[in-house]
């Protein structure tokens, strides 16, 4: 007889991310020459995780007394300003700005969803998503729903989003949109200005209709080719009728995956709602870890704001980005060359390949070797964790993979 209650008593023990990885790994390990283009981390050439050493100075120059401390329950003040400055700077956003430290991005996509949606409501996002959004969604009594991602020219699908979303503010009265541009996740894609201006419209119309909220989930976005970062210039007219959520994270853009620092902003014109909100956040960390890494509160709040720390960060990811815009452009060049179909693929951690029978391709390139994420219709790609001189070989198998899978 289990004591599980009936909704838990089945649920999965690993995901499924990774396992892949753990199975490549121990391929790895007993000699076989493996590409593990699974996991979403960062890895240097020589298959060692990419890390920046300004971090780790920073990580070990704060005072140990002070990070045994407990955080205060919403974050560290100057933690909580620095981060709202380093997606806004000091302009008008910023000041209608309050925000709550969360366990990474994963705990700020947490809080968006328990405070914004009611039980058994839905979120709506892109039709390829992170799997997470399911597994939060789930685990907190709420859904998923989704719009067509992209139309038939190979753009965000505009017109598909704002069906779902006043469909959706129809029949549930309210809305939690989350958007992973730039660089999303799974498919790499970044929104150039002309779409994220379409967005803003929507957005704007969408919100006299009943309340919506934006969420922008800046996972990836240090990690976008220039000008992708452009999104912000479109948001102040969507404070006036929408909410605006960020989730921030500095697992990826300070190769800090362990450290689970991230936050949840909240723009909103209203002040007395902000209030509303900032006290929100703040009840459900209580509820949910109590206190983040103070840690990482700190060394990441010295990062931040000492200039010669952030000086030395930025050259140290500018590197990153380096390494991995090398991989992006051989990966266009060889999937160009072998007819690969997958989205505009500018720069990001991951890259997504349709075909219809995606689990039959990705075993075929796991007969060689070759690890990659299956999804419905599609192949996650993490470009990440794949070096240079492996793209070709890469692409290759995965081209074989989808031909066998034809067959």
């Not at 994963?106 to 968006?112: D, F, Q, R, S, V």
């Not at 990153?320 to 989205?343: C, D, Q, T, W």
Request: glycine residues 8%; negative net charge; charged residues 20%.
């Amino acid at each position: 007889m289990t004591r599980l209650i009936p909704a838990a008593s089945e649920r999965p023990g690993n995901d499924p991310i990774f396992a892949l990885d753990a199975e490549a790994r121990r391929r790895a390990a007993a000699g076989e020459d493996v590409i593990n283009a699974s996991i979403g981390a960062l890895m240097e050439d020589d298959g060692k995780l990419a890390v920046m050493p300004t971090v780790a100075e920073a990580f070990r120059a704060v005072d140990a007394s002070h990070a045994a401390a407990y955080a205060p329950i919403a974050g560290d003040p100057p933690f909580l300003a620095a981060i709202v400055q380093d997606v806004f700077g000091r302009g008008p956003l910023a000041q209608q700005s309050v925000a709550a430290a969360t366990a990474g991005g994963t705990g700020a996509l947490h809080h968006a969803v328990v405070n914004f949606l009611e039980p058994g409501d839905a979120l709506l996002t892109t039709s390829f998503f992170w799997g997470p959004y399911q597994t939060i969604a789930t685990h907190t009594g709420r859904r998923v729903e989704t719009f067509s991602m992209l139309d038939q020219a190979g753009r965000l699908d505009v017109a598909a989003f704002e069906r779902a979303l006043l469909a959706q503010l129809e029949s549930q009265g309210r809305s939690l949109v989350i958007f992973n541009f730039p660089c999303h996740n799974p498919t790499g894609y970044s929104l150039d200005a002309d779409e994220w201006q379409a967005v803003a419209a929507v957005l704007q119309r969408a919100g006299q209709q009943g309340p919506v909220t934006f969420l922008v989930d800046l996972a990836y976005a240090r990690y976008g080719a220039p000008g992708t970062e452009c999104w912000t210039e479109f948001m102040a007219p969507v404070v006036d009728s929408c909410n605006l959520l960020v989730a921030w994270s500095a697992s990826k853009s300070f190769a800090q995956y362990g450290s689970r620092v991230g936050a949840l902003i909240a723009v909103v014109s209203d002040a007395g709602e902000r209030e509303a909100i900032k006290n929100a956040l703040a009840f459900s960390c209580r509820g949910t870890w109590s206190n983040c890494n103070h840690l990482g509160l700190l060394a990441i709040t010295d990062l931040l704001t000492d200039a010669d720390l952030r000086a030395r960060v930025d050259a140290e990811r500018d590197r990153m980005v380096e390494l991995l815009g090398e991989r992006v452009a051989i990966f266009n060049r060889e999937a160009s060359r072998v007819g690969l179909r997958y989205p505009r693929y500018e720069g990001g951690f991951f890259v997504t390949i349709f075909t219809e029978r995606a689990a039959e391709a990705a075993e075929a390139a796991r007969q060689e070797g070759v690890f990659v994420v299956p999804l419905s219709g599609a192949l996650r790609v993490a470009l990440c964790s794949t070096p240079v001189a492996h793209v070709p070989r890469l692409v290759t198998a995965l081209a074989r993979g989808i031909e066998v899978a034809r067959r």
